[in-house]
Nanobody, 124 residues
């Protein structure tokens, strides 16, 4: 089991940047798992954003964020990151990190553990 805590969300103007972090809490570890970021805007379903495989050798991105967001991980620090550049108002959502499996899956069903989320708000 792994306990996940997201941080780094906030309010930013369109065109700005944020870096989200997701750290394993307590005596839990992300190293056995692939990691994903998902987001949920008000009134919408949770959607895939990005994922990275267990050892970081492969990544997946939603088309809407390709070229703007970058996912990375540091297993030694028990942390996964998502650098978000050129933010748009439509990126506004609660962002969740998740752990599960070994490949950079895009389906939330492939992930077993979820954090509580961090709010990202992009103003126009």
């Amino acid at each position: 089991q792994v306990q996940l805590r997201e941080s780094g969300g906030g309010l930013v103007q369109a065109g700005g940047s944020l870096r989200l972090s997701c750290a394993a809490a307590g005596r839990t570890f992300i190293s056995p798992y692939a990691m994903g970021w998902f987001r949920q805007a008000p009134g919408k379903e949770r959607e895939f954003v990005a994922a990275i495989s267990r050892y970081g050798s492969s990544t997946s991105y939603a088309d809407s964020v390709k070229g703007r967001f970058t996912i990375s991980r540091e297993n030694a620090k028990n942390t996964v990151y998502m650098q978000m550049n050129s933010l748009k108002p439509e990126d506004t959502a609660v962002y969740y990190c998740a752990a599960g499996g070994a490949i950079a899956a895009i389906s939330p069903l492939e992930y077993d553990y979820w954090g509580q989320g961090t709010q990202v708000t992009v103003s126009s």
